[in-house]
């Protein structure tokens, strides 16, 4: 493949950037359509180890300077979520395309705030909502395609770790990451789902949070895999239990637009085996995504057929292989190749669900997205 070299930049040396993006940047940078210009991170040992690592010629403890300095035209965000605005914008002003880790903001209006600077700059704002490339969401989706279940009413969505926390890093603090289990498990289950549906708009959130597994501070052993880092961590702070205050679990109801309800729960600690589910109902038939089995009627009989999914893609079983796929779309988007897949207003639609859980939660009452601050169709 050919095109534009693009000059890139990261900031956030921390898990995410050296297990998943610097291995699908590489991808690129071997064909010769990146160079990677820079790297920086507020922990000056993320950022000099990052740089050494994967043999990047510069890197920064100041992110301001090092756009100032390095004039990337592609800036990937991998910090945690709540400094995500604040980087994508300065990003977009310095000129760059930004691909920011999901959730790309906690509010609505940051969000939009971030999409407007975009478009106002002319370049590309990205969320990485990677999940849409991993298998069983590819399944999904080429189910939902070939299986006619018809229109979607009902789903009954999961993502629940018995105790799986993420501990390297910043996950657990409020300050630093907004938001726990629903932001790094349920935004990934909410935007695919919403995805496949074709993007209702989401109308109301009912949900709780909770945080009593992990006060009580029971001598659990901890597995750094099970809590999402695949292939382990990188220049990890320590990790404080005392310092957690976000939540643990989340479940809750959302309505969607034409009378759609979904019932969702997503836990990094709650007792009950882990396990994933993802269970679409229409008015034909329903589609259970992690059994691969299709419910629906053949003639007078009540018939289940199990789907044959092979993942014959280039990096199946790989660790974070959707990153690695959603790098390559990137690229394809920029130069105009490729129809951008992870959309603005399904985007939008996410982030107003995670607003409107985390109000919710707080008032232990249902919260329509509509008297979200600034919220507009
Ligand atoms: N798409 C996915 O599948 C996926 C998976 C894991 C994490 N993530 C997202 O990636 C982001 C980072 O997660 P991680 O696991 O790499 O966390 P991490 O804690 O390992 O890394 C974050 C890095 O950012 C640095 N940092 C913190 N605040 C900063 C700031 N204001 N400016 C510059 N650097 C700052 C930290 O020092 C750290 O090195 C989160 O938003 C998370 O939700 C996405």
């Given at each position: 493949m050919s095109g534009k070299k693009y000059?890139?930049?990261?900031?956030?040396?921390?898990?995410?950037?050296?297990a998943a993006h610097m291995p699908s940047i590489n991808e690129l940078r071997r064909e010769g359509l990146v160079e990677v210009a820079a790297v920086a991170d507020i922990r000056e040992i993320a950022a000099r180890e990052t740089a050494q690592r994967w043999e990047i010629p510069r890197w920064y403890t100041d992110p301001q300077k090092m756009l100032e300095e390095i004039k990337p035209d592609w800036v990937s965000v991998c910090t945690p979520n709540v400094s995500h605005k604040q980087w994508s914008i300065a990003a977009l002003k310095a000129g760059a395309n930004v691909m920011c880790e999901k959730p790309i903001a906690l509010t609505w209006r940051d969000a939009k705030e971030m999409f407007d600077t975009a478009d106002r700059a002319g370049k590309l704002l990205w969320a990485c909502q990677s999940r849409r490339w991993s298998a069983d969401m590819d399944f999904a989706y080429k189910a939902m395609r070939a299986g006619d279940i018809g229109k979607?009413?009902?789903?009954?969505?999961?993502?629940v770790r018995r105790f799986g926390v993420p501990t390297w890093?910043?996950?657990?603090?409020?300050?630093?990451?907004?938001?726990?289990?629903?932001?790094?498990?349920?935004?990934?289950?909410?935007?695919?789902?919403?995805?496949m549906c074709g993007n209702p708009r989401v109308k109301t959130v009912s949900g709780m949070q909770t945080d009593v597994i992990v006060k009580k501070k029971e001598d659990i052993l901890l597995s750094i895999k099970e809590s999402g880092a695949y292939i382990g961590t990188f220049t990890p702070r320590e990790y404080n239990p005392d310092e957690f205050s976000v939540e643990e679990c989340a479940a809750g109801t959302m309505r969607l637009e034409g009378n759609f309800l979904v019932n969702f729960k997503f836990t990094w600690a709650l007792n009950q085996p882990t396990q994933?589910?993802?269970?679409?109902?229409?008015?034909?038939?329903?589609?259970?995504?992690?059994?691969?089995?299709?419910?629906?009627n053949v003639g007078p009989?009540?018939?289940?057929?199990?789907?044959?999914?092979f993942d014959n893609r280039p990096f199946a079983g790989v660790a974070f292989d959707a990153h690695r796929y959603m790098y390559r779309h990137v690229?394809?988007?920029?130069?105009?190749?490729?129809?951008?897949?992870?959309?603005?207003?399904?985007?939008l639609n996410v982030v107003a669900a995670i607003e409107a859980f985390y109000e919710s939660?707080?008032?232990q009452s249902e919260v329509r997205t509509e008297d979200l601050a600034g919220y507009s169709l």
């Open positions: 000059r890139l930049a990261i900031i956030g040396c921390g898990m995410i950037c050296n979607p009413y009902f789903a009954d969505i999961s993502f890093g910043f996950f657990h603090m409020k300050e630093y990451n907004g938001g726990g289990s629903f932001c790094d498990l349920g935004v990934h289950f909410i935007d695919a789902l919403l995805w994933k589910h993802f269970l679409l109902c229409g008015e034909n038939g329903g589609l259970d995504v992690e059994k691969f089995t299709l419910y629906k009989f009540q018939a289940e057929t199990e789907l044959k999914y690229y394809n988007v920029l130069e105009g190749r490729e129809e951008r897949l992870v959309k603005p207003e399904e985007t939660a707080k008032r």
